[in-house]
């Protein structure tokens, strides 16, 4: 069974901090996907990375993919309240199934 | 999320009842996953399904559970004799193709008691 860790599991901050939390696997995936979820609904894609060493920017969000397709992190500029949330990521487990981390729950203070 | 619709989005169930939950997958989309959410965890993949087919069913437990996408008409989880252990968050995504990323709906909360 593939597994896909998490860290850390929580995390708070004040506005205008930087963060970075990460995901991380003894397996290699084809793909990885990040997603955001807040309370009472389902998560939203953020963004997917497909080649080793890709780093791909949203606003102030960068993601990157490690080199071996194994693990990956986000990192957040000047975080803002509206970025809390719980922040998952996912790997695609070669066509068969999406593997989710458990999660960082994220709370940005103003 | 708006494209991938959850229905009901709260379902009480008693013990031994049977608890049936449906998922409309976003327009042009043919696969349809089932996840499970336990409060303050991740998701739990639980079956992968194509219209008429079930591809993946390693997640889901082998009693009480089953899961359908007929040709015509919404997926349906179905837990029969319900316990309280299978209170969660059941939550659908689709995808227009296998190994694209999913698009999740807004979940439906069952609660037994």
């Known amino acids: 069974t593939q597994l896909l860790e998490q860290s850390p599991q929580f995390l708070s901050i004040q506005e205008g901090e930087n963060l970075t939390v990460y995901c991380n696997s003894s397996?290699?995936?084809?793909?990885l996907q990040w997603y955001r979820q807040e309370p009472g609904e389902g998560p939203v894609l953020l963004v997917t990375v497909v080649t080793g060493g890709e780093v791909k920017k949203l606003k102030r969000l960068t993601f990157q993919f490690g080199d071996a397709r194994k693990d990956s992190s986000l990192h957040i500029t000047a975080a803002q309240p509206g970025d809390t949330g719980l922040y998952l990521c996912a790997g695609d487990n070669y066509g068969q199934n999406f593997v989710f981390g458990p999660g960082t729950r994220l709370s940005v203070l103003p | 999320n708006a494209g991938v619709m959850q229905n009901p989005r709260h379902l009480v169930r008693r013990r031994g009842q049977e608890a049936r939950l449906r998922c409309s997958p976003m327009?042009?989309?043919?696969?349809v996953y089932w996840y499970r959410q336990l409060p303050e965890e991740g998701l739990k993949f639980m079956v992968y399904l194509q219209k008429e087919n079930i591809i993946d069913e390693s997640g889901m437990p082998k009693e009480r559970f089953s899961a359908e996408f007929p040709k015509e008409g919404p997926s349906i989880l179905r837990i029969q004799q319900v316990v309280r252990g299978d209170s969660a968050a059941y939550f659908c995504?689709?995808?227009?193709?296998?190994?694209?990323?999913?698009?999740f709906g807004n979940g439906t909360r069952l609660t037994v008691t």
């Open positions: 397996s290699v995936f084809s793909s």
């Open positions: 995504a689709s995808s227009p193709a296998d190994r694209l990323p999913l698009h």
């Open positions: 327009k042009g989309h043919s696969h």
